[in-house]
């Protein structure tokens, strides 16, 4: 019986397959509303699955179409046209060959819509079945209005003055905010309450009754409604990270940063206390905290090629890490943007302090013409920091063809500094020579304005543009220092000096300068740039110098009142070549230093003419090429010929006493540093294999250079004792080039990365008016390998080398080498889902021939850190910092006259504990790049 | 009043059939770059970058320059312009020709990708498109919107065409709708190109084929899409945005 029902069905089924044709022709007609044919109809065949379009057509002028032979696999049938509603009919799969889908009715759309929403508003209708809705947005009402106000602008909305609501003469009895009941039935509720900022769309629909939604009988009761539908992106939030860390050692550390946003602005709050040497912010602190503003805090005001005349940064990244000594660091601020289509303002607040103290020994050898002497020098040393920063920046874009900047920053800061020297010389064949104690003592306050105002204006014209600059540069400082210097001679006699210094130093320093700049395009290639740079910078100096073994009197070789001028006015132009990646820009312009110096021995003597004004004028030329070949890439070149005054400090005739040992004197004749720059260099980056390769030279030839000379003798029953003077000196020269590349040896697994680069440079000083050349020839290189082994790990491996051949014209046999070589390897492992192990190991080597000194110094840190919770806002670190206990300070250096090292001790092994909360959580990927 | 409606309509119609018929024209597009969105939607990076990237450069102006599609009966070609609007400073203009044989249903398409330049000689190929609901108004027609994911780029395209003016024209390599493309708007602004003016020419146009360097490679579609492919896994593992190599 089974067997026969079963049968049956089969037959049954055959049947039923047999009667459905494997193609089929669809045919219809297209009609509106009042029975007219609508030709031009574009009509669509689409999945019905997925809406994915077949195959199309369009009616003929009769408004009828027909697809031929297509599968018989089931469609939607789609048909729309410019002035008709969009409408869907479902096409089965069918048993006939031929179907005919008879009248396809299709609704106009209303002309309010089509005018007002389309053609006015240019706002897209979204249709759904038989309704439309429209987009919120375009339909402008000004800040803070209700959504009543937005709907009173929607065509095909009436409100009354009740806070009634019809739309196509009927009343609307329910809103829905995002499809939901918003503070019960009251439409008005919602309306009169609810910002109409917040609205993307507004759409109106019927809704079934409850009796129609259960039955599915239309009971011809529809109730219209509204709902209203909130923007996706008003975007606010907040985010903040928080971590605080101790250790051995008494080492602690507490951090915290908190950022809140909305669409025009952006608040944000940091600070940071600790005793690891770490003071300031890094780079990503930095622009966390400022957040939208980060970035536009560089304009100088200074137009026209070459450097600026003096900008004041007052940025609060810096310092950083001190490798010396040990350091306790506390710093906080507040950082605000406001920002609009029109405006961008910011304003913040920063407080930052240190203390830092360290130890430190230096072993120096310095050599005359015909001997050399050795120095050993203790020292230790307090430094107190602090500083408030408060800066502002407001930007105003009138139109988008004028632009207005007015920026005021300014800052108070503190600082002493109390250094105990203790000094030893000795003969080149290590017999005491005398030996020297500074106690020097100083605080220091100081106090900067900066005031900036920007303009600029863009033509019709395209390109052609003017812009005008202001700025006023303030700043005020005053110090006052004691010295004691106790200098004790061992070599034949046994004699003391005593010298105690009091000084009281105030100085001043106001710049204003302006600029102006015209740009005039010549095609489309082709543009002139003029521009015209004007400063104007007053210092003054009031130096007091008092005797205190003598009763407190005033020492006049060592005290002076300085009144110093630069007048500076330079016009000029150059011609800017730029089509298709090669740019060139060739110019030049005239410019006028005026130096004047007026002096007396204090501010209430009769001044005297210390620099008569003297002005000093030079054709300054320019080049810059920099062309963008197809294969990406770049090569560059340029030339400058820069001219740098004197400072007030070398053209004041006075002595700055250092001890009695040293002292620097000042030099009226000073004339202005000329020297040329050149550059050159390519740059290639290699899109398909990830490889870059980066290669530069570079010259500077100085005509005239301030040097300072130096001369020292050997006074009996003192010691060698050294006067150094800035003077002219010409000749001296520096060639450099340098080589950096990254190229991927298995594709994102490993990767090598090479760099070199040697310098080579002679610079002339005149010792005991000797001229001496150093020369230098340097060499660095630097290889590194980088091995991803999946996401979870991470390892580097690198090994550096450097050295440097020093000669000396003075005494050929004081000629060195200096060497430095070091090698590094880390790794990163996620070990685990949320746990991460990372290590590294370097080894450094020293090595100078001269002095006899070598050192190794291996450091290893080692942590473990784990993320904790949910969505992983928690985080624990153990780290060991320098397990081997062997970190230390070091410099080496060999120039001019003397060859001399450095050590201090730092902060070395340590372990610490850490706790970090994140609000957003951190990340739990090992992310092992983040340049990109 | 519904009668004038329908004469209307009809008259349009009549108009749009005219439209349809004219053999020679340009048409001007304004293509627009907005970074932060084409950061913010790169879902291979981490969360925490894209959110940090937005915090800092959400209030950045865009970037736009022009484009245009001319187009006879044979052919159409599309390529952009650089108008050179930044006083002093002009970037390479990156080749990129589309280039369409309409007769014969061929492409010649002149790209630089990755250092090379390919030209992609084969049968033209359409998008598979999903057709959407909604109407607006681009360059002064009637459009409707469709929707193509592209599953090589990992974007989401939406199309808006011409309801009035069915020809198989469309900006960059994207084709397939019963009209002519007038907008293009690739994952919610991050890139859109969107035509401004539409000219029509009495006479016929001459379309040029490109000319191009003697290195290039001659390649399909299919190799192209090969070499786009397996650029955007490399990427993808270097956590890396791919339109830093190549086109967006």
């Known amino acids: 019986m089974k067997l026969l029902n079963l049968a049956l069905l089969l037959l049954l089924s055959l049947t039923v397959f047999s009667q459905q044709p494997r193609n089929i022709n669809i045919s219809a007609r297209v009609v509106d509303t009042l029975g007219e044919t609508v030709p031009v109809a574009t009509v669509m065949l689409l999945n019905s699955s997925d809406s994915t379009l077949i195959n199309y057509t369009t009616s003929d002028s009769n408004g009828e179409f027909g697809f031929k032979n297509i599968k018989n696999s089931g469609y939607i049938l789609k048909i729309s046209h410019v002035s008709y509603m969009p409408i869907q009919r479902d096409i089965p799969v069918i048993n006939q060959a031929d179907y005919n889908m008879g009248d396809i009715v299709v609704a106009p759309i209303a002309e309010i819509l089509m005018e007002v929403v389309i053609k006015s508003a240019k706002a897209p209708l979204f249709i759904h079945g038989d309704t439309v809705e429209y987009d919120a947005r375009l339909f402008k009402v000004p800040p803070g209005s209700t959504v009543e106000d937005l709907l009173r602008r929607l065509p095909g909305v009436e409100v009354d003055a009740d806070g009634n609501i019809t739309t196509m003469g009927k009343n609307i009895n329910r809103v829905y905010v995002d499809g939901k009941t918003f503070f019960g039935d009251d439409p008005s509720s919602v309306t009169k309450n609810l910002d109409a900022e917040a609205i993307s769309k507004v759409k109106v629909y019927d809704e079934k009754s409850e009796q129609e939604r259960l039955t599915g009988i239309d009971d011809g009761s529809d109730e219209k409604v509204m709902n209203l539908e909130l923007k996706d992106d008003f975007k606010k939030g907040h985010f903040g990270k928080a971590s605080i860390a101790g250790g051995t050692e008494q080492r602690w550390a507490a951090r915290g940063s908190f950022n809140r946003f909305n669409e025009i602005s952006q608040l944000s709050f940091l600070g940071f206390a600790n005793n690891m040497n770490n003071s300031g912010v890094n780079w990503d602190e930095y622009t966390e905290f400022k957040g939208s503003s980060a970035y536009s805090d560089f304009d100088n005001g200074d137009f026209g090629f070459g450097s600026g005349r003096g900008h004041r940064s007052l940025s609060m990244i810096g310092g950083n890490y001190s490798n010396k000594g040990f350091t306790k660091n506390y710093g906080g601020g507040v950082n605000y943007n406001y920002f609009n289509k029109k405006t961008k303002f910011n304003a913040s607040y920063f407080y930052n302090q240190s203390d830092l103290t360290y130890d430190q020994f230096t072993k120096r050898q310095t050599f005359l013409n015909d001997t050399s002497y050795f120095r050993y020098d203790t020292t230790d040393n307090y430094q107190f920091n602090n500083s408030h920063t408060v800066s502002s920046r407001f930007e105003y874009e009138f139109d988008s063809a004028n632009t207005a900047i007015i920026r005021v920053n300014a800052r108070l800061s503190e600082n002493s500094n109390t250094n105990n020297q203790f000094q030893i010389y000795q003969t080149n064949s290590s017999v005491d020579i005398n030996s020297n104690t500074v106690y020097y003592s100083a605080t220091n306050e100081a106090y900067s304005v900066n005031v900036l105002g920007l303009y600029n204006h863009k033509f019709k014209k395209k390109r052609r543009s003017f812009s005008f600059s202001a700025v006023a540069d303030l700043s005020d400082n005053n110090s006052d220092n004691t010295l004691d210097n106790i200098n004790e001679y061992f070599l034949t006699t046994n004699e003391v000096e005593r010298i105690k210094l009091l000084y009281d130093n105030q100085g001043s320093q106001n710049n204003f300068k302006s600029s102006l700049m015209y740009v005039e395009p010549f095609g489309k290639r082709l543009s002139l740039m003029t521009f015209y740079n004007f400063s104007n910078k007053i210092q003054e100096s009031a130096k007091l110098t008092k005797d205190v073994l003598a009763n407190n009197s005033m020492i006049d070789s060592l005290s002076n009142y300085y009144i110093h001028s630069v007048l500076y006015n330079r016009l000029g ?11 060139i820009s060739m110019g030049g312009a005239y410019q006028i230093i005026g130096l004047k110096g007026d002096y007396a021995l204090t501010q209430r003597t009769e001044l005297r003419i210390g ?11 320019y080049f810059s090429a920099n062309w963008e070949l197809p294969n990406n890439m770049r090569i560059y070149g340029t030339y400058s010929y820069n001219i740098n005054e004197p400072s007030m400090t070398q053209l004041q005739p006075v002595s700055s006493f250092s001890n009695s040992l040293y002292r620097i004197e000042g030099n009226t004749n000073l004339v202005p540093e000329r020297s040329h720059s050149i550059s050159a260099g390519a740059y290639y980056w290699d899109r398909a294999s990830f490889t870059n390769v980066s290669l530069s030279f570079g010259a ?40 950096w590349s990254n190229v991927p040896i298995i594709k994102t697994i490993l990767s090598l990365n090479v760099s070199g680069n040697v310098r080579f440079s002679e610079n002339p000083v005149y010792i005991n008016s000797i001229k001496n050349i150093t020369k230098t020839d340097s060499y660095g290189g630097r290889i590194g390998l980088d091995l991803n082994i999946g996401a979870k790990l991470n390892i580097n491996i690198d090994g550096r080398v450097s050295t440097s051949n020093v000669k000396y014209s003075l005494q050929t046999n004081q000629n060195q080498v200096i060497l430095n070589y070091s090698s590094e390897a880390g790794f990163k492992w996620q070990f685990a889902k949320k746990s991460y192990l990372e290590g590294n190991f370097t080894w450094s080597n020293y090595q100078s021939d001269r002095l006899d000194y070598v050192a190794d110094i291996m450091l290893l840190n080692v942590s473990i850190r784990q993320l904790i919770g949910k969505n992983n806002r928690f985080e624990v670190r153990l780290a060991a910092f320098d397990l081997l206990n062997q970190k230390e300070y070091l410099y080496q250096v060999a120039t001019e006259n003397y060859t001399e090292y450095t050590s201090s001790p730092t902060l070395a092994r340590y372990f610490m504990l850490s706790v970090s909360y994140n609000l957003k959580g951190f990340e739990e990927s090992n992310n092992k790049r983040r340049r990109w | 009043m519904k009668k004038a409606l329908s004469v209307l309509i009809i008259a349009i119609s009549f108009v749009s059939t005219c439209f349809s018929q004219t053999t020679s024209g340009k048409i001007n597009y304004k293509v627009s770059h907005n970074w932060v969105k084409k950061i913010v939607a790169v879902d291979y990076m981490s969360k925490s970058t894209r959110e940090k990237y937005e915090y800092m450069w959400g209030q950045t102006d865009e970037y736009d320059h022009k484009s245009t599609l001319v187009f006879n009966t044979k052919a159409y070609r599309y390529e952009e312009q650089d108008d050179n609007v930044h006083p002093g400073w002009s970037s390479r203009t990156v080749e990129y020709i589309i280039y369409r044989d309409r007769e014969n ?4 398409d002149v790209i630089r990708t990755l250092n090379d330049l390919y030209v992609i000689d084969d049968t033209i190929v359409s998008q598979k498109w999903k057709i959407l609901n909604d109407m607006k108004e681009v360059a002064g027609r009637i459009c409707m919107n469709a929707y193509w994911y592209d599953s090589i780029k990992m974007n989401e395209v939406v199309a808006w065409f011409a309801l009035d003016w069915n020809e198989k024209l469309g900006p960059e390599d994207y084709l397939g709708l019963p009209g002519v493309i007038l907008e293009i708007d690739i994952n919610n602004g991050a890139k859109k190109i969107t035509a401004e003016s539409i000219e029509f020419f009495n006479d016929e146009q001459i379309i040029e084929k490109p000319e191009h360097k003697k290195r290039h490679k001659n390649v399909s579609y299919a190799e192209y899409s090969k070499v786009i492919t ?12 791919y339109f830093w190599g190549i086109r967006y």
């Open chain 1, 573 to 583: 132009a150059s011609l800017n070549y730029a089509w298709e990646g090669l740019n």
């Open chain 1, 700 to 739: 500077n030839l100085n005509e005239n250079s301030i040097v300072y000379n130096k001369s020292t003798e050997f006074v009996d029953s003192i010691g060698y004792v050294t006067v150094s003077k800035p003077e002219n000196v010409e000749g001296g020269n520096s060639y450099y080039a340098y080589l």
């Open chain 1, 611 to 621: 620099l008569p004004q003297k002005d000093y004028m030079n054709f300054v030329p």
């Open chain 2, 105 to 108: 249903n061929k492409s010649y």
């Open chain 2, 230 to 241: 397996d650029y955007i896994k490399e990427c993808k593992q270097e956590e890396r945005p």
